[in-house]
């Protein structure tokens, strides 16, 4: 629950902040995980990108240590409740955990540590896919998959990622964004798909646009918000072999009320804004659905077997010591909360041909318009700015890359070069890598 707390304050502190009191938070074995990966997420937020790498990809191996449920960790979930077995990442947590390693790495200018990312996280999708086709399944890691090999290449693989992307989306029931339907006709353009091309053609109601060697490529990585952290609920149920009620404890997102805020540029003379790629939103909450059958079962064996334990040991069935006996087992059931709680909301991008020159993409005068705007996103991600920067920050690894104000950073870009900007909205500053 304390890490919930956390999660909320990085609306308003800045991530150095939350990590240094994260980092104070002794935490049992079992939340190794949890913690490796909020730690991971923070170092991202911070800019310190190698840490950041580091952290995740040693809770990786530790998740793959724990997936095998111990004998002991069983008895105790069965027995007293779901907290006290080992944390490991739902499917499209684990699947994030790919795809933030996948943006480290490019941040970074790792291009080929970045492909054997995309590699790993296709072996994972296809383990997943066992259990059913979305299981795990993101359109984000794919748009992800997509530009790692376009960056080598690799145009075939990446047509086959941004395939997939659009098949994803297309089953959570989101709209194809304009910077996937580019990719597809690009792609199937390029590799001579004549007849896909002209699907996508007739489709999007557009042509690919000719790749133009005179200008340079722009692409944008913005994560919006923080997702929605799990909370607890209780229910009463009637059990006919115990001729009583029990009261189980159960987790539950909220209801999901969060707008998907786009990020908005200028270039020139033009206004550009970011699309949503992944409702991450959507993915936490299908994840716990998948969950529900195997929570709710295990809550009621539990609940069932403290109540008989009680009665066998007391030799007493009598209506008095029901009640008692549901209090004292309410006492004991706790709903297990934790999730990687600090990711994003959602996920978005854009991807922009810019002639060379250099770029004001977030000018003062832009920010003072919409700042007026009620409960804009601008609003949101300038009014903290003096909060943040009085803020005392901790000191931070060698590793760190220093990011810049939005108002303040200068997009430089030449003919042919390909510039990648990640972008996190509860932070004030932009993370730039020149390839």
Known sequence: MRVNSLASQLESDPPEQVLSKL?????????????????????????????????IQTAKKVIQQVEAISVSENIGAVTVNDTLKSYVATPGEQMLIHQILVTNYLLTGQLNEARVEVLQAQVKAKKFAETSEMTGRLASMEYLAGLVYELLNEVDSAMISYRNAARFMKKREMDIPSVLQNSLLRCSYSLGLKNEYKEYVKLYGKKADRVDTKKGELTVIFWDGIVSAKKQNFITVYVPKLEHNVTLALPYYPDQTKLINPLTFTAGD?????????????????????????????????????????KMSQGQNTEGLSILLNIASVLTEAADVRSWNMLPSSIQVARVRLAPGRYQLFPSKVKEKIAAEKNNLWD????????????????????????????????????????????????????????
């Not at 700015?385 to 000191?395: F, I, M, N, Q, W």
């Open 23 to 55: 980092e104070k938070i002794a935490f049992p074995e079992r939340d190794r995980v949890q913690f490796l990966l909020n730690y991971g997420i923070l170092k991202s937020l911070s800019g310190d990108f190698e840490a950041s790498i580091k952290d």
């Open 270 to 310: 033009k206004v550009y804004n970011t699309v949503p790629i992944e409702n991450v939103e959507k993915i936490v909450r299908e994840d716990l659905e998948a969950q529900q059958k195997v929570i709710y079962s295990t809550a009621l064996a539990r609940m069932i077997t403290k109540h008989l334990a009680i």
């Open 380 to 435: 949101k991600l300038f009014s903290i700015t003096r909060l943040k920067d009085k803020a005392e920050e901790p000191s931070l690894s060698t590793s760190i890359v220093k990011g810049k104000k939005l108002d303040e950073f200068m997009l430089d870009i030449k003919a042919g070069q390909k510039v990648l900007l990640f972008i996190p909205g509860v932070t004030n500053r932009v993370y730039s890598h020149y390839m």
